[in-house]
Each structure stands twice: as structure tokens, then as C-alpha cells.
């Protein structure tokens, strides 16, 4: 009888904890948010635990005519069993709990020995990431058996508290309870027998299956942005959606909206083409759920939106200049434009002059002057995109006049002789040995020779060097080598182009005799007859002085340079001197030839 009355009671417990299940589950599914599954750190509304369990009872059976008591066989004995609850949460951390376990002792002898209890009370629990401690305090009620005794009921206090561990393998659907250690005193009424009181140890490990989740989890976030944010009509622009909050098994349907948009991703493209200057609005529309035979089912929605602004359209812009600015006629000047487009569109080049011609489509053109009048010329450059929009810029170039006619060239140049002083010039020195006044005639010479040539361009010069016959033969050679050098450099740096001159150097080698020289004296305009007298009284010096010159030929007509001697030159002194100049070197007379 009593252990029917025992296996009765545990079929019970059992049944009401199966019974439980179907509505434990029913809520879970009534309780669950309509979007998504729990977050991972949100705690769960239901624990339905399961486990092992062994339980360590102590008491007495108190007999009425007993004071001292006589301990029943289940006094110390150590039971086992399982044990099971079902733990609905209000919040976080606060719940109630219904909890059923059964123990049960075998001995050969004693069969039979059980307790089994059903209890119902006060949860709390202190969630973390993985890891959740509880406490709880039950009262209900005991049903204690044995084999001397039929199971009787009574009450049993409960207090205690465990740990669970939240596994991720399971979704975090399933937990470890590592253990629950509980005390727990049971005072049952054996009359006519006695009454027995009972301190037990109890503890417990299994598995807590985790359904609901107390707080639903946040909805997904979406913002959107487009790049670039501002364009000119035509532009392409991109907008790009970011989710956040997204549950990785669910579908994700991305929508969008707006004037020119298309795209069904994350990103999406806008034609601005047909746009006109303003600013414009994109929405994005995020559908998040299960996929389902209708469509995502459960599903949530999340909003974006990115504004974006196309501008008016600028015209381009150009600059225009010429090089060079002032041209001779025939002679041509560089047109050069540089276009700009804000939008980089194609560019287009035109130009047009107010005189002569200019050919060119690119960036450079050529301004031509054939034919034009002297004067400023205006150039305008033009550049047009390919949305017709156009600019212009002006420059300037001025046409010279031609240069007038070249005077008519002197039937004959006005030649004369050029004059050295004694030794001059020298090695030292090659380049000096000009007297002033030589040099003048020189001036006057390559200014009309430059005039001769422009009628003649062929026309040359020959000079021809000559030596007294003091100082040898080969050191005359050399000394007249320099003074058709001197000559032709000073007449070179007047302007008299060095092909032009050719250079004849004959040392003492073709002298005046003096006879030539008195006639020369005599012809001298420049002289009077006295002048004349007091020269001829030292002819031998006139002679040596009338010696050191170089003679000028015109080439292309033979005309021959005047060898009259400039008596009255204000430097005629340092040219009649028949000593050698401080500067000059001297050299050792070599023995005349014979």
C-alpha cells in the first residue's frame, strides 16, 4: 500500500510537470516579440529545468508516549532522485518558480524509503553574459514514505539557490545548471504514531531549457548617404545604405525610392540628367524577417533617407594671350587659349582677328600679317561645351609698319687710309694701337659701308697692312698681321659683318719710296705751303710714318682708300713719332737683306 501510495505521488508530480509543458511552450511562443528571436543578451521569460538529484534527510519520529524519540530508518539514509521546475521571470531578475522532485532508496531489507514534494514560491536571479546565479524560497508540500511507515503529507520549506551556464551552442536557447544546493525542513504528522521532523540537504544538476526573452530586441537601424552630395545635371550619384542590427538568419529586402534612383541592394544609382538645380531626397527601405511562403514572416522595417543637391550649370571660362605681341611685317604671332569647364565637359575652340588671317581649332592658332595695315589687331578667342554654353576672351597684336626704303647707296665710298704709331699694335697687346683720330675715320667708314651694303649686299672689303722697313722682316710680317686684325675688329664692332672683310698683311715688303711720299705731301689739300716746306725738311721721318698704315679697297670696284697722311689730326705727334709707344715691345733689328 504504501509504495503504490509513493509511486502514485511521483506519477503526479510527473504528469503535472508534462502537463506544464505544452503551456510553458504556448506562452513562450504568445510571449515572443513579432520580429526576430532574443537577443543574445536578453534574459529569457521561461526556465524549465530538468536534473539529477540526491537528497540527505536528518530527523527524528517523535512518539507521543516517547518523549526521547526513536529514529525512524530514513533518518539517515541518502536518497536519490530527479527534480524538475518551471520558472516564469516578470523582469530581469525577478520570477516564480513551481519546482516537483521525487527521491527514492532501495535496500534489500528496507525497501521503499522515498520523499517527494511539490513546492511553489520566490526567484531572483542576477544575469550576466554567460554565467546566471539565483536564489529561491519555496513552501509546499512533502510526501514522506518508508518502509515501516505509509507515505503521509507534509509541509516543506525550501531555500537555496544554484548557477547556470548559458552554452552558445544552443543559440542560447540551453542552459547547464552546474548545480543547486538547497536546505529543506519537512514536518510530517504520523498519528496515531508520532510526528516526524526532517532537516534535509538537497542537491541537484541538469539542463534549463531558456524560452521567451523578457525585453524584446532593439528593431534594425538604417542610415543612408549619398556620394557625391552635390553634382552638376548629368552627374551619377551613389547612395549607400548601412544596416545595423540585422539578425544574420533572417532575409534582408532593400527598397528604394526617389526621382531617377534605381537599384534592390544595399546601394543604389541616380540619373541626374533629366534633374533640374534643387535638392532632391532618397528613401531606403529595409524588410527584415523569415522567409515564408507570403513573403518574410515575422518582419520588421527600418527607414533611411540621404539628400543630395544638383547645382546650376556653369558656363566655362577662358583666357586668351598672343607671342608676340608686336609683329614686323609677314612675320607671325601665337594665339594660345586655355579653356576651363566646372563640369569638364568638352570644350570646343574658336578664334576670329580684326585683321590679317589666323588659322587654328585646338588650344593654339596662328595670327598671320600678310597683307594687313600697320595698327593693333584685335583677336577674340571662343570656346563652347558640348551643352552649348560659350566664352570669350579678347588679346591684341600690333602690326608694325614696314620699314621705309634703304637710302640710296653712295656712288663711292669715301675711303681713306688708317695710320699706326710706331710698334703699334703689339704681342702684348694686339687689340690696341688705334689712334682716336683713326678710329673716327674708321666710325665714319663702317656707318657707310653698312648703307653700301644694303644696295650691295656682295659688296667686301680688303685691308692691307704695310710696315716701315725698321725692325726686320719677320717682325714687320707679324706687326702687320696685327693692324689688319685691329681693323677689322674695330670695324666688326661697329656693325660691319666680319664676312665681309678680308685682310691682306705684306710686312715692308711693298714700302712708298720717298719720291711717292714728297708727292703725296704735295697734293695734300689740308697743307699750306708753308706746311708743306717745314714737312718735306724732314721727309725721312714723313717717309717711316706714311709706311705704317693699313690701306682700305673696295673688293667689287677697286676703288682704293686715300693714303694722305692726317698732318693736322690732333694726335699727329703720337703718329709721326718714329720711337716706339711705352707699352710696345722692342725687338732686335734683324740684318737687312741684301
Known amino acids: 500500500m504504501y509504495s503504490r501510495i509513493s509511486k502514485l505521488t511521483c506519477l503526479v508530480v510527473a504528469l503535472a ?34 536534473g539529477y538529484s540526491y537528497l540527505a534527510p536528518k530527523g527524528d519520529l517523535v512518539k507521543p508516549n516517547n518523549p526521547q524519540g526513536v529514529p525512524p530508518d530514513t533518518a539517515k539514509s541518502i536518497n536519490y532522485g530527479g527534480i524538475g521546475s518551471v520558472t516564469r521571470y516578470f523582469s530581469n531578475n525577478f520570477g516564480v518558480q513551481v519546482e516537483g522532485d521525487y527521491h527514492d532508496m532501495h535496500n534489500e531489507d528496507k525497501p521503499n524509503n522515498d520523499f517527494s514534494g511539490v513546492s511553489g514560491g520566490l526567484v ?24 515501516y511507515f505509509d507515505n503521509k503529507w507534509g509541509v516543506v520549506l525550501t531555500a537555496g539557490g544554484g548557477l547556470d551556464y548559458q552554452t552558445p551552442l544552443f543559440n542560447r536557447h540551453l542552459s547547464i545548471r552546474i548545480f543547486q544546493a538547497d536546505y529543506q525542513y519537512t514536518h510530517v504528522n504520523y498519528a496515531p504514531l508520532g510526528r516526524g521532523n526532517f532537516n534535509m540537504a538537497r542537491l541537484s544538476a541538469g539542463v534549463v531549457a531558456n524560452l521567451g526573452s523578457i525585453a524584446p530586441p532593439p528593431p534594425p537601424t538604417m542610415a543612408c548617404s549619398a556620394n557625391p552630395a552635390s553634382v552638376f545635371p548629368g552627374d551619377p550619384v551613389t547612395v549607400t545604405a548601412t544596416p545595423d542590427g540585422l539578425n544574420p538568419k533572417w532575409n534582408t529586402i532593400y527598397t528604394w525610392s526617389g526621382d531617377g534612383v534605381t537599384g534592390n541592394g544595399t546601394t543604389a544609382n541616380i540619373n541626374t540628367g ?19 511562403k507570403e513573403g518574410l514572416k515575422p518582419w520588421q522595417l ?17 583666357t586668351c594671350s598672343a607671342n608676340p605681341t608686336s609683329i614686323k611685317p609677314g612675320d607671325s604671332a601665337t594665339v594660345t587659349a586655355q579653356g576651363v569647364s566646372p563640369q569638364n565637359r568638352p570644350l570646343t575652340y574658336s578664334y576670329t582677328t580684326s585683321s590679317g588671317t589666323i ?31 560659350t566664352a570669350s576672351a ?48 674708321l666710325t665714319t667708314l663702317a656707318a657707310d659701308f653698312k648703307t653700301y651694303l644694303q644696295a650691295k649686299p656682295d659688296a667686301r672689303l680688303t685691308l692691307t697692312g704695310h710696315a716701315d722697313p725698321r725692325g726686320g722682316a719677320k717682325y714687320n710680317q707679324a ?23 678680308d685682310t691682306v698683311a705684306l710686312g715692308d715688303t711693298s714700302p712708298l719710296t720717298k719720291d711717292q711720299v714728297k708727292d703725296l705731301v704735295q697734293k695734300n689739300p689740308d697743307l699750306t705751303d708753308d706746311e708743306r716746306k717745314k714737312i718735306l725738311r724732314n721727309i725721312s721721318q714723313i717717309y717711316l710714318a706714311q709706311n705704317r698704315r693699313v690701306d682700305v679697297t673696295l673688293a667689287n670696284t677697286g676703288q682704293q682708300s686715300v693714303q694722305l697722311y ?18 710696345a715691345k722692342k725687338q732686335p733689328a734683324e740684318p737687312k737683306k741684301k
Open 17 to 50: 510537470c508534462a502537463a506544464l509543458m505544452p503551456a510553458v511552450s504556448a506562452a513562450q511562443e504568445s510571449a515572443k516579440p513579432a520580429s526576430k528571436a532574443p537577443a543574445a543578451n536578453s534574459p529569457s521569460k521561461w526556465d524549465i529545468f530538468g
Open 124 to 147: 531572483f536571479r542576477f544575469p550576466t553574459e554567460d554565467i546566471t546565479p539565483f536564489v529561491h524560497a519555496l513552501v509546499g508540500g512533502e510526501s514522506v514514505g518508508s518502509y
Open 566 to 583: 692726317p698732318f693736322n689730326a690732333h694726335d699727329a705727334g703720337t703718329l709721326l713719332s718714329e720711337k716706339a709707344q711705352a707699352h
Open 302 to 318: 527600418a527607414d533611411c533617407s540621404a539628400t543630395y543637391t544638383v547645382k546650376e550649370f556653369e558656363p566655362p571660362t577662358i
Open 394 to 441: 579678347n588679346t591684341s597684336v600690333t602690326f608694325e609698319a614696314p620699314p621705309p626704303p634703304p637710302p640710296p647707296p653712295p656712288a663711292s665710298l669715301l675711303l681713306h687710309s688708317v695710320f699706326f704709331p710706331t710698334a703699334l699694335p703689339n704681342e702684348k697687346r694686339p687689340d690696341k694701337g688705334l689712334a682716336e683720330s683713326q678710329e673716327q675715320i
Open 274 to 292: 533629366a534633374q533640374a538645380p534643387g535638392s532632391y531626397t532618397v528613401k531606403g527601405n529595409l524588410k527584415e524577417g523569415k522567409a515564408g
Open 359 to 389: 588659322s587654328g581649332s585646338g588650344t593654339t592658332a596662328t595670327l598671320a600679317s600678310a597683307g594687313a595695315s600697320p595698327g593693333p589687331v584685335q583677336i577674340t578667342c571662343s570656346v563652347a561645351d558640348d551643352k552649348g554654353h
Open 479 to 501: 706687326l702687320t698681321e696685327r693692324r689688319v686684325g685691329s681693323v677689322k675688329n674695330f670695324l666688326v664692332q661697329q656693325g660691319v659683318p666680319e664676312a665681309s672683310i
